[in-house]
């Protein structure tokens, strides 16, 4: 079970912090991250970790902006938000599989994920 944070309303410039508690299974060797979709659009990867080694990958629309991280022995995942913008607005949702990340075609497609948290939102205005 993945379940995130409470999102919050930002002014553009902020920042915000989203945590994600797994449970119910081991936090080693997954591939983890986040996706998020704004309304009338298709779900897009945002960020993503492989908890066994901790390489990251990103959107190219977050990168130097957004970073994403891990805390193995809380079983977390934490994804910090700086210099925010409208465009950032949406629901965002943590994820999970268990299996090394295969790169930044993971971030291609929400099928690559099969493990879901109820999703919360975040608006910048």
């Known amino acids: 079970q993945l379940v995130e944070s409470w999102g919050a309303s930002v002014q553009a410039g902020g920042s915000l912090r989203l945590d994600c508690a797994a449970s119910?299974?081991?936090?080693?060797?997954?591939?983890m991250g986040w996706f998020r979709q704004a309304a009338g659009k298709e779900r897009e990867g945002v960020a993503i970790?492989?908890?066994?080694?901790?390489?990251?990958y990103y959107a190219d629309s977050v990168k130097g902006r957004f970073t994403i991280s891990q805390d193995s022995a809380k079983n977390t995942l934490t994804l910090q938000m700086d210099n925010l913008t409208p465009e950032d607005t949406g629901m965002y949702y943590c994820?999970?599989?268990?299996?090394?990340?295969?790169?930044?075609?993971?971030?291609?497609?929400?099928?690559?994920?099969?493990?879901w948290g109820q999703g919360t939102q975040v608006t910048v205005s």
């Open positions: 970790i492989y908890t066994g080694g901790g390489t990251t």
């Open positions: 994820t999970a599989v268990r299996r090394s990340c295969a790169g930044t075609q993971d971030l291609a497609s929400s099928k690559n994920f099969n493990y």
């Open positions: 119910g299974y081991t936090h080693r060797s997954n591939c």
